[in-house]
């Protein structure tokens, strides 16, 4: 199950949905004060509604009000149970590490109604029934090389929010940083990741003096590649003098978390999971090296007679093992490491957060300081939006939704006024034209979130760094300015392969969506009345394109007549 939260245009699809619903619980004296009370607070858009889904079928609403629960309307057909009711309950408040869960009846409780309460764990006094929740929540990190930097970053959100993290699991990467964790001195782990490079995690022939172009990258991946082959794995002595130099037995003694590290056994590639507290006669750090040892090309480690393997090989993000081991709860964090992952479907009421960059985090086997320091603020930000402190999907703002829609408003408007266009005439054209910016935006799109996700796609075409936190208007005020600042490149960190082939790809591809915006700017540099004719079969044809056009025009007139100013105020 998942809680989704409902904005004010999702009442056009779920009216009908709650109009078969009923009350569960004594909110309202009806079923139908109910369903009109939650339809008109979905509709007004100032308080959270939620719907609880399970393989995508809808089975009940919640609405909340100062985050106490003051409606809960189940869907008739969907043959909901009450365990399913609460256990929806608690992961709404789940979501954000709520401390306790809280309904409010309008309505005296039957005898029946108050029992049923007490058996899931609330207490009673008046209208209002309170349940404390209770976490064991792990921290999953999956393996990925040099892109586990991005770890550190949630982990300093976790420790900012005062989060606690009671069982940690990790592969390969994701084991070292467990560790750093464990021994809880974030300082110390954002100074090794900001100051690291190849030669400090790998012993293989590297210039010194490397630009960041791809023939240098090109370069190091082939060095790297014949060392692996002549020595029959790279020699992992920088990183066995690093774990010496970074890691305390004293500290990993004193652990406070439960820490679980896998690895996988050769010659059968066995998954192997090592309880990290357990381990005897002080082969903790002979673990973590097994764990990272990606092999072929990272030289296998030996432990009392076997060989051990990078634990990618078998369970690259160990969700199970967290599930096995107590957790009831998991932030999962994937900085998209090769590997095998596995398919687990945590049971029912079991919240999680999943966070996987939209963005790419570099190189695997590559070290960089710079790169890093880039990667630590993008994983920080991202946790931090997915414990809903801030918004947007590809970019981090400091706004809230209901703010960023004076600006939406506000091209709709221009639209209506310049070109006399609507973005949809019915349900069913609005439905489409949601699914095609989605595949561009690739994250959930609403009426309410159109602007915001124009803008953001236009800020990587920009190539806006998203390492920031930006307000909406300091975010506005880049696109406007990037005239002057688009050729300029900002980034300053090592880029992978992959990389390179994008930016190739965006500046010289015909069909890359840098190119289609400047075509369709081009077409649309005419006359008013010629342009009028042209923006109707680019709408059709291509209306994420067109609309990121109209976008950028609208911001650059905001700008000259100075309404962008006035904007500024509100904000």
């Known amino acids: 199950m998942k809680a989704i939260q409902l904005y004010s245009s999702d009442s056009y699809d779920f009216f009908s949905t709650i109009q078969k619903s009923q009350l569960v619980l004594p909110f309202y004296a009806t079923h139908s004060q109910a369903r009109e009370s939650l339809i008109h607070q979905l509709k007004e858009g100032i308080e959270p509604v939620y719907v609880v889904v399970k393989k995508n079928q809808p089975l009940f609403f919640i609405a909340l009000e100062e985050k106490k629960i003051i409606n809960l309307l189940a869907i008739e057909a969907s043959g909901v149970t009450w365990q399913q009711v609460f256990d929806g309950i608690e992961l709404i408040y789940k979501k954000t590490f709520q401390s306790e869960a809280i309904l409010h009846f309008s309505q005296a409780l039957s005898e029946a109604e108050d029992n049923r309460l007490i058996r899931h764990g609330y207490t009673r006094l008046g209208h209002t029934a309170r349940k404390v929740l209770t976490y064991n929540t792990a921290l999953v990190l999956g393996g990925g090389g040099a892109r586990g930097a991005y770890q550190i970053g949630v982990w300093q959100a976790l420790k900012e929010l005062e989060i606690p993290i009671q069982i940690i699991t990790g592969t390969s990467v994701g084991a070292l940083n467990g560790a750093l964790i464990v021994q809880d001195d974030f300082e110390e782990a954002k100074d090794m990741w900001e100051k690291i490079e190849t030669k400090k995690i790998l012993s293989f022939p590297m210039k010194d003096n490397t630009q960041n172009t791809l023939p240098d990258m090109l370069r190091q991946l082939a060095s790297f590649t014949v060392a692996a082959i002549q020595s029959k794995g790279v020699s992992t002595e920088p990183l066995q003098q690093l774990l010496d130099d970074t890691f305390s037995q004293e500290k990993l003694a004193q652990a406070k978390q439960q820490f679980y590290l896998v690895t996988t056994e050769l010659p059968g590639v066995v998954e192997t999971v090592i309880h990290f507290n357990s381990c005897k006669n002080n082969q903790w750090k002979q673990w973590l090296l097994a764990s990272s040892s990606f092999f072929p090309a990272m030289a ?3 432990i009392d007679g076997k060989y051990y393997i990078d634990g990618g090989y078998r369970n690259n993000i160990p969700v199970d093992t967290a599930v096995a081991n107590g957790a009831t709860e998991c932030i999962i964090v994937d900085v ?19 966070l996987k960059t939209p963005w790419s985090l570099g190189t695997v086997l590559l070290f960089d ?10 994983g920080y930000l991202e946790m ?3 414990l809903e402190k801030y918004c947007g999907y590809w970019y981090t703002f400091d706004e809230t939704l209901s703010e960023i829609q004076a600006f939406q408003q506000q091209f709709f ?12 005439k019915n349900r069913e054209e609005r439905k489409k034209f949601y699914q095609k910016l989605r595949k561009y935006y690739k994250d959930r799109v609403y009426e309410e979130n159109i602007s915001l996700a124009l803008l953001e796609l236009l800020g990587k075409s920009a190539a806006i760094l998203p390492d920031q936190l930006y307000t909406f208007s300091e975010f506005i005020d880049l696109l406007a300015d990037q005239a002057e600042k688009q050729d300029k490149d900002t980034f300053s960190g090592m880029i992978s392969v992959q990389e390179w082939l994008g930016k190739y790809y965006d500046d010289f591809f015909l069909l890359s969506e840098k190119k289609q915006l400047q075509l369709v700017a081009d077409l649309l540099a005419v006359d008013v009345q010629e342009k009028q004719k042209r923006l109707q079969v680019l709408l059709e044809q291509l209306p994420v394109i067109t609309l ?9 007139e905001g700008k000259e007549n100075k309404w962008l100013k006035n904007f500024h105020m509100k904000s």
């Open 300 to 302: 296998a480690a030996q």
């Open 336 to 354: 998209k490491g090769p590997g095998l992952t596995k398919h687990v479907v945590l049971p029912d009421g079991q919240s999680s957060i999943v």
């Open 369 to 378: 300081g710079a790169r890093s320091i880039v990667n630590i603020k993008l």
């Open 384 to 386: 931090m939006k997915a």
């Open 413 to 424: 408007r221009y639209l209506k006024r310049e070109y006399q266009l609507s973005l949809w």
């Open 548 to 556: 990121q056009v109209l976008m950028k025009e609208f911001i650059k």
